[in-house]
């Protein structure tokens, strides 16, 4: 351990950009895209599972304003939906005395409501072609054995459709790790963030973004192999046999 | 009708811009991208090589960070190497970098990749049986490219084209990010002057909708075109 730090000294000694400092700011950055992009992930998930299953309803009055919802957020770019409610959350009628303004005046949070909505649009669709992709005869098997709606769906449709949407879902968290670039443009100090304070620093526009830019691709390889490892696991049944 | 405040004639000139970025970016994407495809389906390593890098390297990469490494860094590079010029061969060029470039540059390099894959997925679609009844009539590699693999392989192509499309046009947003006033920054610009975020993101939101609305039209029709002779069969696939 000593001897690695010592060799990282002499690594950074006469380097006048990547000092500690700034090595320093990159990894604050990398900690505020990962808390960024995972937590945007999961509340995005969490809200797009019950979506997709109410996106098929057989009843307009539900289905139709899902549609709308994933439309429009798939529709437009994110940068613009930041910009709705980053800049929108303050004009809300009388927001600045409750508590609330304590956690949104922060750009973090309104950045993290915008991804969390983008991320769940996507998730909706991505599940709810999923779950229509199930095969009729799994379906006609459950009603046969007399399962229930509710039952079908948590034991036949859901287990099948989260494997049928792996793949596309592994796009997706992709997808949003470079999407969240964009909150570095209302202030947050994420991997981004970080590079362009390097580079306006040291007018090293090289450096600054190359590196972040390695940071990403190993950022993103790293979930391309976590997804491919769990289709191996979990999608093994539909692999052919000699493979 | 609504008030723009003054600010409805630029955010039009905004939405101009948008439409230029992107159809230029969607050009150079397509050109790059039917480059790339026919790279990795060569059967040169060097050029599988240098396509797969290509290809591997700008789809992990967020799009904001080459987007800024080529407007920030891209002036430096370029005066690095006019400058060799002018000392070397007494060559004197100046090109300049400006934002427009720059986004039209890192969109339609981004997208040259996606569509790149595209392609190739499209062209390995095509049966080989077509190609080979091509050349048994005696066509040249050209004509078989015009007549035969172009117009089976825009079948297999057009629905992941269309669908990269939708997303080049969602990346436009982004050039506002370095300074060209297209229509986003215009809105950006006019919130920070009137506080009055929904009077301008709406409306150019809904322009967005608009142009993907449009497109989709247009890729159906296109669709349509390309698939003449293989009746409602692909419908079920969508």
Request: proline share 3%; with cysteine.
């Amino acid at each position: 351990m000593e001897q690695l730090n010592a060799w990282f000294t002499e690594l950074l000694s006469d380097n006048a950009i990547f000092t500690a400092n700034t090595l320093g700011y990159y990894l604050d950055g990398l900690g505020s895209t990962v808390r960024l992009v995972f937590l945007s992930l999961v509340i995005g998930l969490v809200l797009a599972v019950p979506l997709a299953i109410a996106r098929g309803s057989r009843r307009k009055w539900i289905k139709w304003p899902i549609f709308f919802y994933t439309y429009v957020f798939r529709g437009t770019p994110l940068l613009i939906q930041l910009y709705l409610i980053y800049y929108g959350v303050v004009f809300i009628e009388g927001i600045q005395d409750t508590f609330l303004w304590a956690i949104l005046k922060d750009a973090f949070y309104p950045a993290l409501i915008a991804f969390t909505l983008n991320t769940a649009a996507y998730t909706t669709e991505i599940f709810h072609g999923a779950i229509k992709a199930t095969p009729r005869g799994e379906i006609e098997a459950a009603r046969a054995y007399g399962m229930s709606r509710a039952l079908m769906m948590r034991r036949i449709i859901m287990p099948s459709a989260f494997r049928r949407a792996l793949p596309a879902y592994g796009n997706e968290v992709i997808f949003m790790l470079h999407a969240s670039a964009i909150a570095s443009v209302v202030t947050i100090m994420d991997l981004t963030g970080a590079a362009r304070f390097v580079y306006a620093r040291f007018y090293a526009p090289f450096d600054a973004f190359l590196f972040v830019a390695a940071i990403y691709l190993c950022l993103t390889f790293a979930i391309l192999y976590l997804f491919r490892y769990l289709e191996k696991k979990l999608l093994a049944h539909l692999k052919p046999l000699n493979g | 009708m609504i008030d723009l405040q003054g600010y409805g004639p630029r955010l039009l000139e905004g939405a101009l811009v948008t439409l230029e970025v992107a159809v230029l970016s969607l050009l150079l994407a397509l050109t790059l991208g039917l480059l790339t495809a026919s790279a990795k389906l060569s059967r040169h390593w060097l050029f599988h090589r240098i396509a797969t890098l290509y290809t591997t390297l700008i789809r992990g990469v967020p799009d904001l960070v080459l987007m800024m490494l080529l407007f920030f860094g891209g002036q430096i590079g370029v005066n690095m190497i006019t400058d060799w010029l002018y000392y070397e061969f007494d060559v004197d060029i100046f090109i300049n970098i400006n934002e427009f470039i720059a986004g039209v540059v890192t969109i339609g390099f981004i997208f040259g990749a996606y569509m790149g894959e595209t392609f190739r997925g499209a062209f390995l679609a095509v049966d080989s049986g077509q190609l080979e009844a091509g050349r048994a009539y005696g066509m040249s590699n050209r004509l078989i490219f015009r007549r035969i693999q172009f117009p089976q392989m825009m079948r297999h192509a057009l629905p992941g084209l269309g669908n990269n499309w939708m997303v080049l046009l969602k990346t436009t947003a982004l050039v506002s990010v370095i300074g060209l006033s297209d229509m986003v920054r215009i809105a950006a610009e006019a919130t920070k002057a009137t506080h009055e975020p929904f009077l301008f993101m709406i409306p150019v939101a809904v322009v967005y909708l608009l142009i993907a609305s449009v497109s989709e039209w247009i890729v159906a029709r296109l669709q349509k075109h390309y698939n003449v002779g293989f009746g409602e069969a692909d419908e079920w696939n969508n």
